[in-house]
């Protein structure tokens, strides 16, 4: 059971929007920034969005974030089939002093 | 070009121990906190381990504490986390990452190191 809550999985069609949901408390989400991360097929994880809404340089503006009170959500714009991956939040648990991951979105583009 | 590689992952029996250590690479990397996150075969990320620039301050997951010890090198520019009591809940793909998951996210992530508990 993660800390944080995301849906298993989303779908849509390419070119089409998605979002993704990461629902938390009031110790991790509504206190500190959150953070998303792309796992492609057998490769390592990768920052997608760094402080909520930032996205690190090389990241195209068809990804973005937002978070309102203990809950953040990623949004994919333009689906490509290259973006199937599996999605996961993470933010610092004030609470219990330690990192925490969502259980991660498995993205698939029809 | 920014670069962390993981090594020393392998096959362990329950009760073993393990050391892994992580290169960087391309960055000042006395200015970065650095962290481990674990990966279980068919499941999703697990944080282990961070410890601040300095390594002053040092935190832990409660699933590895108190068996596991992060620590680093700013002279090598590495950080280590050395493995006790391994058990097969152990067993992942281990991931070295640039940054805390705080205000900078986790930057840079390395290809992982195997580790596998198993008699």
């Known amino acids: 059971q993660s800390v944080l809550t995301q849906p298993p999985s989303v779908s849509a069609a390419p070119g089409q929007k998605v979002t993704i949901s990461c629902s938390g408390s009031?110790?991790?989400?509504?206190?500190?920034?959150v953070s998303w991360y792309q796992q492609l097929p057998e490769t390592a994880p990768k920052l997608l969005i760094f402080d909520n809404n930032r996205r690190p340089s090389g990241i195209p503006d068809r990804f973005s974030g937002s978070k309102s009170g203990t809950s953040a959500t990623l949004a994919i714009t333009g689906l490509q089939t290259g973006d199937e991956a599996d999605y996961y939040c993470?933010?610092?648990?004030?609470?219990?002093?330690?990192?925490?991951f969502g259980g991660g979105t498995k993205l698939t583009v029809l | 070009e920014v670069q962390v590689l993981e090594s020393g992952g392998a096959l362990v029996q329950p009760g073993g121990s393990l050391r892994l250590s992580c290169a960087a690479s391309g960055f000042t990397f006395n200015t970065y906190s650095m962290t481990w996150v674990r990966q279980a075969p068919g499941e999703g990320l697990e944080w282990v381990s961070s410890?601040?620039?300095?390594?002053?301050?040092?935190f832990y997951a409660v699933s590895v504490k108190g068996r596991f010890t992060i620590s680093r090198d700013n002279s090598k520019n590495t950080i280590y986390l050395q493995m006790n009591s391994l058990g097969v809940e152990d067993t992942a793909l281990y991931y070295c990452a640039q940054g805390g998951i705080g205000s900078t996210g986790l930057i840079v992530w390395g290809q992982g190191t195997r580790v596998t508990v198993s008699s």
């Open positions: 993470g933010a610092w648990d004030s609470r219990l002093r330690a990192a925490v």
């Open positions: 410890v601040t620039d300095s390594g002053g301050d040092t």
């Open positions: 009031s110790s991790n989400i509504g206190d500190r920034p």
